[in-house]
């Protein structure tokens, strides 16, 4: 019961930060927030850095650089 009670309250974390997510106007600034903290690799484990470049086409460096962008715009947000 202890770990359904858990696993429910992550589950409505992950809903709320992917509805403040949808609200930031770049859709790159989205999709590097998305598939770094919400998307599972095919291992069952968080994506890398590694991984989100080579699925949005960048550089990890670059990529790197636009997470920082993202956070900036995800805060904004966040506090309103």
Sequence with gaps: KEINSYIEHLEKNKAKALRLIRKI??????QVLVLYYLTLNTNGSSMSWIDVAELMGYSEDWIKHMHGDALKAFDLIYSK
């Design 25 to 30: 106007e770049d859709s790159n600034h989205r």
